[in-house]
């Protein structure tokens, strides 16, 4: 309805509010960060295939995952995403960044639309809201904690999966399963 939709829109300007200030710092905190950053850059460069050297000095190890020449500890569903936002933003940390953030709103959203019917409005706004208010979310979409933005991205894009496969078989429609 028209009340969700507006609903929706003030959580994610809540969810900017609280997460995307200072989100283009220059700073790398840690290595998990550095990795995500150089297979995003590696896919920005060749997209079917993520990786973090591309002419590597030595040959690679298939079994070390930190040094295989396709790089695929996780799904690469984030990292095409990144290197989508690289093309768009500049091959920046930004980049990946702004990827993680929208991933954490659409697990708001998600957050939102699952708990509406059973909880009502008012609690799935606020659970909604309070997600996001989460420290430790903030943490992960500027990049400052292991276990960063890929994951904001993944967890983002699993949450509106649910959401929509909940609202599949709400509406006995495959057409939403499939979105």
């Known amino acids: 309805t028209r009340l969700d939709g507006l609903l929706l829109v003030a959580l994610v ?4 509010a609280q997460l995307a200030p200072h989100l283009a710092h220059p700073a790398i905190y840690n290595w998990d960060e550095a990795m995500h950053q150089a297979a995003a850059r590696g896919t920005h460069d060749t ?3 993520p990786h973090i050297y591309k002419a590597p000095l030595y040959p690679s190890d298939p079994r070390h995952w930190w040094a295989a020449h396709v790089w695929m500890h996780k799904p690469t569903g984030p990292f095409w995403f990144g290197a989508l936002m690289m093309h768009v933003v500049g091959v920046t940390p930004l980049a990946l960044r702004l990827a993680s953030l929208l991933g954490h709103l659409a ?3 998600s957050i939102y639309l699952i708990a509406r019917r059973p909880a009502g409005r008012l609690w799935a706004t606020l ?8 420290p430790f979310g903030w943490q992960l979409v500027q990049g400052r904690f292991f276990g960063d ?4 991205t993944l967890a ?3 949450a509106l999966a649910v959401a ?3 609202h599949a078989t709400r509406e006995r429609s495959w057409r939403w399963g499939l979105a």
């Open 13 to 16: 300007i809540w969810g900017l």
């Open 47 to 49: 997209f079917f295939t």
């Open 107 to 109: 697990a708001a959203a």
């Open 127 to 134: 659970g909604a809201a309070a997600f996001l208010a989460l």
């Open 149 to 152: 933005v890929t994951d904001c």
């Open 156 to 158: 983002g894009c699993n």
């Open 164 to 166: 929509l496969l909940f």
